[in-house]
Structure formats: structure tokens, C-alpha cells
């Protein structure tokens, strides 16, 4: 059976009372039908549930139907997507290893590596997302343990050469972490590259209606056994009714992220002809300077385009003033259009030297394109771009 037909067919075992539609196991926990089997379940003799810290039927149908759509062995589900890059990272990592990153990163992975992780005697290297197999490999230090990358990266839509990637861990015997957020498994399968973790914040487009938090962590169970340990005592656990919302968003991921996507190549042609917008990118967009690169490792490009205007912040604040259809948010992923401006929100926390290797300027947007008509969406970000231009220039 094709992916398609798994994931609407994927749920939990049905109960006695034979329902069709998956229940919803909101309980915090389990009981034994004895002390022997009390006993049994702790010392992992019998598997079962026990607390919905550990395991939950709602969670454990989500995780299965990512592990099935990511070609992977297992995986853990938490809270939020930074509680799932965070486990992906502070569960395998210890003082004195090196992590070897891609610099195109979401501002708060970002503060992780920078902040948090560096606290704890864990060193890192960045390396621009277009740095040459030469450069990456110049990188590893011997006690390089793992390589961390967002492949698209958020806002940029930098893209890191996947297959490169797993080539050099493969050689080193590093963990490979990919964050696929933006992809999504509709759109890209890190694992055939060889990727060895695949973290997703599914809040984004794994919901897709803009409605509850998750997180998931997937990939070879022989380094899911530490997230699931580490995540068990620490308890960053996803709730069982957001895993039941999730599950079932998953069975329309596909055709959302087609629609998704054509309905951002859509805007992105049409925004890259006007000439009131400074640059347009996207990654299916010929001028994207990674887009054989696209073509290569993903089936269609994405939700999320970026643009630029000249003006500076004042620019932007009348830009989306005069939009109609969008809503201003700092989230994505969501079946309405949004728009934010990274430099004052999402990346606002960067010093400015690294604003600027990001190229997070005053005047980028990043648009996460929803599933509008999308004629109605061009028509109102270019009415919005003009509006905009006509401000008067500051004396």
C-alpha cells in the first residue's frame, strides 16, 4: 500500500466497542488488572501502558503514523517541537562532544546550541548551509558526535545538500539530526539520505489549522531509546488529546502540502515580476540559487515563501497594514496565509552580525501561504506592495 492509504488506515487497536473512528485516551494513567502485573509492566516483562507520561494509545497512534510516513524505526512525541529539537540534542550529547551545525537556524534552536548546550561543556561549529563537502568535512573534530541542519531553513529557505550530508556522517559515524519541519514527509524523506533523527515541530503543518502544540522525534530506534528515556524522566509529554488532533491532521498532510505548495509557487512568480518587491525566494523558483538542489531532494516546494522591500521596518508596518486576507502572526503552517517579520519577532533575539550571515534584514517577510484562492492572495500582496511603495521617502 502507498503512504497515502497507510496513514488514513493507521490508528489504535479498537476497543470492544468496535468504533470506527479512533478514540481519544484522555487519561493520565493505566491500571493493572493485578500486582503481578503491576510488577511485570515496571520491569518491562509485559509491555503496556502505565502513565501517560510514558505512553498514551492517542500519542503512540500519532508516532506510528510519522515513523510510517518517515521510513522510520521509532520515535518519541513531546510537548512542543523546541521540546523535540531539544531532546534530540540533549539526549545524545554529553560534555566535551562537538556538534557540527548548519548556521540556518530557527532562532530558538539557535539559543540552544548557543546558550544552553554550551553551559554544558558541549562545543559547536557553524557552517553556512551552502559550505562545499570540502568545508564540512574540514569541520569534524574527533570528537564531532553529531550534525544538526534544517533543510529548508526558517526564514531563509537555505537548503543543505542532504545526500552530502549523510555521505559525511556515514564516513565519521555521526548522528545525522535533520529538522524537517518545513518539508514535511509529504514533501521530503530525510531517511533516504541516511539520516538518523528527523525532528518535527508539529504544531506547523502536521496540525495544519493553527490549533495545538506538538513535537515528534523520529528515526532509528537505536538512538530513540535515549530520547525515550530522557523524555520519560524529564517529562516534556504531549498531551494525549493534542496527539488525537494531530493523528488525524496527518491524514490530510499530503494534499494539503500540494495545495500548499502550488498555491506559494503561485504568489512567488507572481510577486518576483513586480517591481516594487527587492527579491522573492522560494525554492521552486528557477532563481532560488539552490534549485536544482530543491528539485533534487524535495517533490514540490513548500508553503513558505520570503520577500524583501526596501524601507526598512516603516515599509513593512504599512505593508501588511494594507493586507486584507492575511493574519499577522508569528506562527506558520496553518491552512490561513500568514505573514511576520522575522527580523522583529522570530530571529529578534540575534546579536546583529548574525542577523546579517542569516540575511534576516528590517525588510524581510516570511509569508507562510495557506490554502486561499490563491488568485485572491496575489491579487492582495500586490495591492499591499504598491500601497506600500508609495509611502514617501524619509528626507
Request: charged fraction near 25%; proline fraction near 2%.
Given at each position: 500500500?502507498?503512504?497515502?492509504?497507510?496513514?488514513?488506515?493507521?490508528?489504535?487497536?479498537?476497543?470492544?466497542?468496535?468504533?470506527?473512528?479512533?478514540?481519544?485516551?484522555?487519561?493520565?494513567?493505566?491500571?493493572?488488572?493485578?500486582?503481578?502485573?503491576?510488577?511485570?509492566?515496571?520491569?518491562?516483562?509485559e509491555q503496556g501502558n502505565l502513565y501517560s507520561r510514558f505512553s498514551?494509545?492517542?500519542?503512540?497512534?500519532?508516532?506510528?503514523?510519522?515513523?510510517?510516513?518517515?521510513?522510520?524505526e521509532?520515535?518519541?512525541?513531546?510537548?512542543?517541537?523546541?521540546?523535540?529539537?531539544?531532546?534530540?540534542?540533549?539526549?545524545?550529547?554529553?560534555?566535551?562532544?562537538?556538534?557540527?551545525a548548519s548556521r540556518a537556524l530557527f532562532g530558538s534552536s539557535h539559543q540552544i546550541i548557543t546558550q544552553i548546550l554550551s553551559k554544558w561543556g558541549i562545543t559547536h561549529t557553524y557552517l553556512d548551509a551552502t559550505a562545499s563537502e570540502a568545508e564540512w568535512e574540514a569541520a569534524v573534530l574527533p570528537n564531532t558526535k553529531m550534525v544538526y541542519i534544517e533543510t529548508p531553513s526558517n526564514p531563509g529557505l537555505e537548503l543543505v545538500d542532504l545526500a552530502m550530508i549523510?555521505?559525511?556522517?556515514?564516513?565519521?559515524e555521526l548522528i545525522f539530526n535533520v529538522d524537517n519541519c518545513f518539508a514535511t514527509p509529504a514533501l521530503q524523506t530525510p531517511a533516504d539520505f541516511g539520516a538518523d533523527l528527523i525532528v518535527h515541530s508539529a504544531t506547523k503543518f502536521m496540525d495544519g489549522q493553527g490549533r495545538v502544540l506538538g513535537g515528534v522525534v523520529v528515526g532509528k530506534e537505536k538512538y530513540i531509546k535515549h530520547l525515550r528515556f530522557f523524555c520519560r524522566q524529564t517529562g516534556p509529554s504531549m498531551s494525549p488529546f493534542n496527539a488525537w488532533v494531530l493523528s488525524k491532521s496527518l491524514e490530510t498532510l499530503e494534499l494539503r502540502m500540494e495545495k500548499h505548495s502550488s498555491n506559494a509557487l503561485r504568489l512567488a512568480q507572481a510577486l518576483e515580476q513586480h517591481p516594487d518587491v527587492k527579491q522573492v525566494n522560494y525554492p521552486f523558483l528557477p532563481s532560488h540559487p539552490q534549485h536544482a538542489l530543491a528539485q533534487q531532494q524535495m517533490s514540490a516546494g513548500g508553503a513558505v515563501v520570503t520577500i524583501e522591500l526596501d524601507g526598512g521596518f516603516e515599509r513593512v508596518a504599512a505593508f501588511m497594514k494594507a493586507l486584507q486576507i492575511p493574519s499577522l502572526s508569528s506562527n506558520l503552517g496553518d491552512t490561513r496565509t500568514i505573514v511576520t517579520n522575522p527580523f522583529t519577532t522570530t530571529h529578534s533575539k540575534l546579536k546583529p552580525d548574525?542577523?546579517?550571515?542569516?540575511?534576516?534584514?528590517?525588510?524581510?517577510?516570511?509569508?507562510?501561504?495557506?490554502?486561499?484562492?490563491?488568485?485572491?492572495?496575489?491579487?492582495?500582496?500586490?495591492?499591499?506592495?504598491?500601497?506600500?511603495?508609495?509611502?514617501?521617502?524619509?528626507v
Open positions: 500500500m502507498k503512504k497515502q492509504t497507510k496513514i488514513i488506515r493507521t490508528q489504535s487497536k479498537k476497543t470492544h466497542y468496535r468504533e470506527h473512528s479512533t478514540p481519544l485516551f484522555l487519561t493520565s494513567s493505566f491500571t493493572f488488572e493485578s500486582a503481578e502485573q503491576g510488577k511485570a509492566l515496571f520491569d518491562e516483562t498514551n494509545p492517542s500519542v503512540q497512534e500519532f508516532v506510528d503514523k510519522v515513523c510510517m510516513l518517515e521510513d522510520s521509532d520515535g518519541v512525541a513531546t510537548a512542543t517541537g523546541m521540546a523535540a529539537v531539544f531532546a534530540s540534542l540533549a539526549a545524545l550529547l554529553q560534555a566535551g562532544d562537538h556538534l557540527l549523510g555521505r559525511l556522517c556515514q564516513k565519521h548574525e542577523k546579517v550571515a542569516l540575511g534576516i534584514t528590517e525588510g524581510l517577510i516570511r509569508i507562510s501561504v495557506g490554502l486561499e484562492d490563491v488568485d485572491d492572495l496575489i491579487e492582495d500582496f500586490e495591492n499591499a506592495v504598491a500601497v506600500s511603495a508609495s509611502l514617501p521617502e524619509k
